[in-house]
């Protein structure tokens, strides 16, 4: 479930409190005291089995004799009775409850199970919604709503803070009351049996008063959900987030490098930067990030001016940005003529813009007109300090009207106490973001930088580029069903070089062994200088024993290398087994660089994939970076620049540079190898050799899920279905059907530009002469989870194959109803096309149970009309008097 029922949990009309007590100290009482100084309007009843009367209000004694179907009920009785009240609420029709009582992990007396679980049963049959159990509850200031233990209220804003842990709740909202902050809604999860952040976020991404949603996390339950809830929510408004726990999963231990160093905390930053989100390390950050998002202009470059009126300033500010990799704005020789014309010769002459401690407003009002006018800057950090020549409120009364206006990014720092405390107001009050120290300005600024990023990953058109090598999926998933069926847990090296030539990722000729002599005989059919390795299920990283020889020139450098060998793992590792050699080729590529690229499997995102330095020393390199699988190319170029990499690789002095497009496809095959295989649990490519002929994975190990071994976790994001393609003759050629892709950005914007006006009007009910950036990358940017957009491509090569056709349809979180939309290029109308895909997603929508779908046309639209009266619509007035309303009951 997700947003099902919750506008009865944060916007109830009625309220029942289970549990009411005058008893002081008890928690029955302080929920009664908190509903009833919140100024929640509505009817409030009380259930309390002993008394007909509570602090002098009637009293019920149990739900059923209750007068009228509470929207919301807040229990706060014992663990043991929770079930029980679950089920009589959902018989009475209540649908939202607040369980504040903990305990419920314990044992169910009554039957199997938890309390927990009985809870959940006895809520589903009536799809009862539960915030909670061990929660301090919620609150929506808007509506009046205090139902919570908090001590106090929430003051009315446009920030919504949701958190999973109830100290911090209350410690938050005390905090915040100091500081005058407001809250649209104030969440505790508690133990999240039911609602969770998924469903939060789906609900407050699209809740009017909600201008940014500020979440405290300290784990993640049902990771798709998450995802595909945290990237809508990111579209539509800033999500910031405070992730608990850095350290303490970091260094998870792993049988692979690729395990141990792709640790929680790094997966978690992954998932926040591949979903929009900002993460942020304190709490403090929490609400200055809400702050800068909320105010400031929007990001378009990274060139940051400061002007201050005190060298001291600019110097701290300039260090904090160096020291956490943000980018000074190198001032042209224009805009620096222009600052000497305005500015006294004692100004710095380079930025940061010293305009000295004695300047007057004017002086400030110049060189803030010629930074905001300059196009080498892309936002400007204001500073003052207080002097005694002129007040920081004059100064800020006489700035304040021209940094409004401004069309870049705008962030002040006053520093200072009760000097600039009426300045600091105002700049309040006009909407700009106000810090009091220029450490902390920086930071906001880098956190905008940050956010911009992300939410450029999320509209980013990738090139429309046809993959150089489609994967033998079927055979590939034989392989590792067969290596399963056989109990092993790490594949042997045939197998592996199978996998990595069904994906098409480049590796060297490779031989298992079981003796010296098939060594030898081995290495004299590979032909000589060759690689020696031990072979050994208990030994995964060979060279800690000396189990790898290399550049083996003859028949007796193989036999003693392969005699040492075994004796130095015979001192070493007494216990392993030794199974054998594996005999590979020699490479001679003195100049590729040594890579690492593998895969893990985090027990909540599932697949992770890591790329970075590699060789023996991997572990001792900060050079890597991990991202959640599937790629495109854009976001594995990403994986390769956050990785610190990408300057190394593109060559350097004598040394050439590696092509970009080969380590780009291998890194997505990778990364779809990972969404392919669930059975994968690691894999590690090191050393991945890079250098100007290309990619050649050397040395490889992949290690199955199995019994003791974990089991599989599906992807945190849904790859792109490959299943759901199909080819189909129509009007005399062959048509591709398939899902949309993130690379189809270009076919899309040229499908719409080709479209002729009247076909465009009749598609978005308005006359446009092109989609936005913006959009084109949102609708070829899907997630698979929610959304499906199938597209029909031209016969012809498939790099140069044109869109001539969509169907695009969106779910709702419960997947209940589905809305869709349809477009069919001039020339292929009234030619079948568009009936084809309309019966492929209504197809598509049924095999997952949606149970309605939806759609609107203009009244002018003939063609779109009948064709949904033929495919089984209802066909009825729309919402304005020149639409059609579509609509078909999926059975």
């Not at 007057?360 to 110049?366: A, F, N, S, T, W």
């Not at 905008?448 to 058109?461: F, P, S, Y």
């Not at 998933?477 to 090296?493: F, I, N």
């Not at 949102?778 to 031209?794: G, K, N, V």
């Amino acid at each position: 479930m997700s947003v099902r029922h919750l506008e009865a949990l944060f916007q109830p009309t009625s309220v029942a409190l289970i549990g009411a007590s005058d008893r002081p100290g008890s928690l029955g009482s302080v929920v009664l005291h908190n509903l009833q100084q919140g100024g929640f309007q509505g009817p409030l009843w009380l259930v309390n089995r002993r008394h007909s009367q509570v602090a002098g209000q009637p009293a019920w004694r149990d739900v059923a004799a209750l007068p009228q179907v509470p929207d919301l009920a807040v229990i706060c009785t014992p663990a043991h009775t929770v079930p029980g009240l679950i089920a009589e609420l959902g018989r009475k029709g209540t649908r939202a409850a607040i369980v504040m009582t903990a305990g419920l992990k314990q044992a169910n007396p009554d039957g199997p199970g938890t309390l927990e679980q009985a809870m959940l049963d006895a809520a589903r049959p009536t799809l009862l919604r539960i915030l909670g159990p061990n929660c301090i509850g919620a609150l929506v200031p808007g509506v009046g709503l205090n139902a919570s233990f908090a001590p106090g209220n929430a003051v009315p804003g446009q920030l919504a803070f949701v958190t999973q842990s109830g100290a911090l709740a209350t410690a938050m909202l005390d905090w915040a009351q100091a500081r005058g902050i407001g809250f649209s809604h104030f969440i505790s999860l508690g133990d999240s049996a039911d609602v969770d952040f998924g469903d939060v976020l789906d609900y407050l991404a699209s809740d009017g008063a909600t201008r940014a949603i500020l979440v405290y996390m300290e784990s993640a339950k049902a990771a798709r959900k998450f995802m595909s809830a945290a990237r809508a929510a990111s579209r539509n408004k800033p999500v910031i987030v405070v992730k608990a726990g850095r350290g303490a999963d970091g260094a998870r231990a792993a049988a692979s490098h690729t395990g141990a160093l792709a640790g929680a905390d790094v997966v978690f930053d992954a998932a926040f930067r591949r979903a929009g989100m900002l993460r942020v390390d304190t709490l403090e950050a929490l609400f200055d990030a809400a702050e800068t998002l909320a105010h400031a202009r929007p990001v378009v470059g990274e060139r940051l001016a400061i002007l201050t009126n005190g060298g001291g300033l600019g110097v701290l500010a300039a260090d904090a940005l160096d020291l956490h990799g943000g980018q000074m704005a190198s001032l042209s020789p224009a805009t620096l003529a222009a600052l000497n014309a305005c500015l006294p010769s004692t100004w710095s002459h380079g930025n940061p813009v010293d305009i000295v401690g004695d300047a007057p407003l004017q002086r400030y009002l110049d060189g803030l007109r010629v930074l905001l006018a300059a196009p080498e800057v892309d936002a400007v950090l204001f500073m003052h300090a207080p002097t005694a020549l002129v007040s920081a409120a004059d100064i800020a009364a006489g700035c304040l009207p021209l940094l409004a206006q401004a069309s870049k990014p705008v962030l002040t720092c006053w520093l200072g106490g009760a000097a600039v405390a009426a300045a600091r107001s105002a700049t309040t009050h006009a909407g700009l973001p106000c810090y009091d120290t220029p450490e902390r300005a920086v930071a906001a600024w880098l956190q905008l930088v940050l956010h911009a990023r992300n939410q450029a990953a999320l509209r980013e058109l990738p090139a429309s580029t046809a993959q150089a090598f489609l994967p033998l999926r079927e055979q590939a998933q034989a392989v590792v069903a067969q290596a399963a069926q056989a109990g092993q847990e790490w594949l042997d090296p045939a197998q592996v070089h199978s996998l990595l030539q069904l994906y098409g990722i480049p590796t060297q000729r490779s031989a298992r062994v079981h003796s010296v002599d098939e060594a030898l005989a081995c290495a004299a059919d590979i032909g000589y200088p060759v690689a020696l390795k031990i072979a050994s299920p208990q030994i995964v990283h060979k060279s800690d024993v000396g189990g790898v020889a290399l550049g083996l020139a003859s028949a007796d450098d193989l036999r003693q290398a392969a005699q040492a060998m075994l004796e130095r793992v015979a001192r070493l590792r007494p216990q392993a087994e030794v199974t054998g050699f594996t005999v590979q080729a020699m490479v001679a590529r003195p100049q590729a660089h040594e890579l690492i690229v593998g895969i893990s499997t985090d027990p909540v995102f599932g697949p992770v994939l890591l790329f970075g330095q590699g060789g023996t020393a991997v572990e001792l390199s900060q050079n890597h970076a991990v991202a959640l699988p599937p790629l495109n190319t854009a976001l594995a170029r990403d994986l390769v620049q956050r990785s610190g990499l990408a300057r190394l690789l593109a060559g350097y002095r004598e040394r050439p540079a590696v092509p970009e497009a080969a380590l780009l496809e291998t890194l997505r095959q990778v990364a779809q190898l990972a969404c392919d295989l669930p059975m994968l649990a690691e894999l590690d490519i090191n050393p991945l050799l890079a250098d100007a002929q290309g990619v050649l994975a050397l040395d490889v190990r992949i290690r199955l899920h199995g019994p003791g071994r974990g089991q599989p976790v599906a992807p945190a994001i849904r790859p792109y279905p490959q299943e759901l393609e199909q080819t189909v003759a129509l009007a005399g050629s062959t048509l591709l059907l398939r899902p949309i892709q993130p690379e189809d950005g270009e076919r899309l914007q040229a499908f719409y530009a080709q479209a002729s006006p009247a076909d465009m009007r009749l598609r978005f009910f308005l006359t446009r002469r092109e989609v936005p950036h913006s959009e084109l990358a949102r609708y070829s940017q899907i997630d698979y989870d929610r959304e499906m957009t199938f597209i029909a491509l031209s016969p012809g090569d498939p790099a140069h194959q044109t869109m001539v056709a969509e169907v695009r349809v969106v779910c709702d979180p419960d997947n209940q109803t589905a809305e869709f939309a349809l477009q069919v290029a001039s020339a292929w109308q009234c030619k079948g096309l568009g009936r084809l895909l309309l019966e492929k997603m209504l197809s598509y929508l049924r095999a997952r149970g949606t149970r309605e779908v939806v759609g609107q046309c203009l009244a002018q639209n003939l063609a779109m009309a009948s064709l949904a009266r033929q495919l089984g619509f209802s066909v009825l007035p729309g919402p304005s008097p020149d639409t059609l309303a579509l609509h078909q009951l999926l059975e």
